[in-house]
């Protein structure tokens, strides 16, 4: 539940305001990496704890370098958003640094495939609309952490 938080407050707030507040991602990285590191530390097991809800979805029972291979996607975002000059937001790469502490490298290797395919999908459309209405809709931009929402569900495990 607090992966599906993270998600939707993100999301809601690069798609209203085209940009995340820092405390959003400051407040989930460390509840995210105290979570992982507590979980390693003390080996129990999440199903049986009184708050297991809020953690549905986390990768357990995974070493810590496998959880910052995770983090190793929001790594790349960030770079590509240096050497663009910005073309790609740096939120997004600090979005994927945060969900890669908590779903490892696998799921958050799928939550961002399938919102790049979901983000590819509705700039199609916006450009075909565009085309039929007479508008040109090429300089359009689109919040990608608004894609992410799908699939976020799913792995969060509801």
Same mark, same amino acid.
């Given at each position: 539940?607090?992966?599906? /938080? *993270?998600? !939707?407050?993100?999301?809601?707030?690069?798609?209203?305001?085209?940009? #995340?507040?820092? =405390? #959003?991602? /400051?407040? $989930?990285?460390?509840?995210?990496?105290?979570?992982?590191?507590?979980? @390693? !530390?003390?080996?129990?097991? %999440?199903?049986? %704890?009184?708050?297991?809800? =809020? *953690?549905?979805?986390?990768? !357990?029972?995974? @070493?810590?370098?496998?959880?910052?291979?995770?983090?190793?996607?929001? #790594?790349?975002?960030?770079?590509?958003? @240096?050497?663009?000059?910005?073309?790609?937001?740096?939120?997004?790469?600090?979005?994927?640094?945060?969900?890669?502490?908590?779903?490892?490298?696998?799921?958050?290797?799928?939550?961002?495939?399938?919102?790049?395919?979901?983000?590819?999908?509705?700039?199609?459309?916006?450009?075909? =609309?565009?085309?039929?209405?007479?508008?040109?809709?090429?300089?359009? @931009?689109?919040? $990608?952490? !608004?894609?992410? /929402?799908? /699939?976020?569900? *799913?792995?969060?495990?509801?």
């Amino acid at each position: 539940m607090s992966f599906i /938080l *993270y998600v !939707v407050m993100a999301a809601w707030q690069d798609g209203r305001k085209r940009a #995340v507040s820092g =405390w #959003v991602f /400051l407040f $989930f990285f460390v509840h995210f990496l105290t979570s992982q590191i507590c979980q @390693k !530390v003390f080996p129990v097991n %999440m199903d049986q %704890m009184p708050a297991a809800f =809020w *953690y549905q979805g986390m990768a !357990v029972g995974t @070493k810590m370098s496998f959880l910052w291979m995770g983090s190793l996607i929001g #790594v790349v975002l960030l770079i590509i958003s @240096k050497c663009s000059g910005g073309a790609l937001g740096e939120g997004d790469g600090i979005f994927f640094v945060i969900t890669g502490i908590y779903l490892g490298f696998w799921k958050n290797m799928l939550l961002f495939f399938s919102a790049l395919l979901f983000s590819s999908f509705s700039g199609l459309v916006f450009l075909l =609309w565009g085309r039929m209405a007479g508008k040109d809709y090429r300089k359009k @931009k689109l919040p $990608f952490l !608004v894609f992410t /929402l799908p /699939l976020s569900v *799913y792995l969060a495990g509801l």
